[in-house]
T-cell receptor, first 110, second 114 residues
Framework: QQPVQSPQAVILREGEDAVINCSSS?????VHWYRQKHGEAPVFLMI?????EQKGHEKISASFNEKKQQSSLYLTASQLSYSGTYFC???????????FGGGTRLMVKP | DGGITQSPKYLFRKEGQNVTLSCEQN?????MYWYRQDPGQGLRLIYY???????QKGDIAEGYSVSREKKESFPLTVTSAQKNPTAFYLC?????????????FGSGTRLTVV
């Protein structure tokens, strides 16, 4: 079953923060985050494994709450380059394929 | 440089015609996947393969076929049975332990029915 992402869209000014959520009704083994620019391939951001770890990548970080089957992506001090659609991909018990959410469209304005 | 190549970038199909989308990777990845993306939508799994000469249906396999005769190649055929094939098609590959390495995506093929 497809994970649910929220919000569906968000508009920010440069320097503002945003949180994107990904929620699943199934137990998760890992959660992956990707960013896609219009008409391009999704680009890998990070992976979180079950265990509730938090990861960071410059000003973009994420957390994974295994008990709640939820993951959140945090974008701080947003830059124009952060604009795009963010997807979470979830993996069941080492199923080795990802099921993607519907995406969150992020627009950062000057 | 290693990567995953999809061709063509744009493809036009006439009604009743079969078309084949190419996907080649030189990353020595074991697993390969095909996803379909409709405007403003997420990615839906069509087929995937974790080993040569073996593949499994995804959520929306009807009207599509694949083959995996070589580790590097995973072509997707959109048959005339697929009634609404206009979409953006993404191919991806991964190592066996996808939870550690994630996917590498190709640049996509945009298919339009004319």
């Amino acid at each position: 079953q497809q994970p649910v992402q929220s919000p569906q869209a968000v508009i920010l000014r440069e320097g503002e923060d945003a949180v994107i959520n990904c929620s699943s009704s199934k137990a998760l083994y890992s959660v992956h985050w990707y960013r896609q620019k219009h008409g391009e391939a999704p680009v890998f951001l990070m992976i979180l494994l079950k265990g509730g770890e938090q990861k960071g990548h410059e000003k973009i970080s994420a957390s994974f709450n295994e008990k709640k089957q939820q993951s959140s992506l945090y974008l701080t001090a947003s830059q124009l380059s952060y604009s795009g659609t963010y997807f979470c991909g979830t993996e069941g018990d080492a199923g080795n394929m990802l099921t993607f959410g519907g995406g969150t469209r992020l627009m950062v304005k000057p | 440089d290693g990567g995953i190549t999809q061709s063509p970038k744009y493809l036009f199909r006439k009604e009743g015609q079969n078309v084949t989308l190419s996907c080649e990777q030189n990353l020595n990845h074991d697993a390969m996947y095909w996803y379909r993306q409709d405007p403003g939508q997420g990615l839906r799994l069509i087929y995937y393969s974790q080993i040569v000469n073996d593949f499994q249906k995804g959520d929306i396999a009807e009207g599509y076929s694949v083959s995996r005769e070589k580790k590097e190649s995973f072509p997707l055929t959109v048959t005339s049975a697929q009634k609404n094939p206009t979409a953006f098609y993404l191919c991806a590959s991964s190592r066996k332990q996808v939870q550690n390495y994630g996917y590498t995506f190709g640049s996509g093929t945009r298919l339009t029915v004319v």
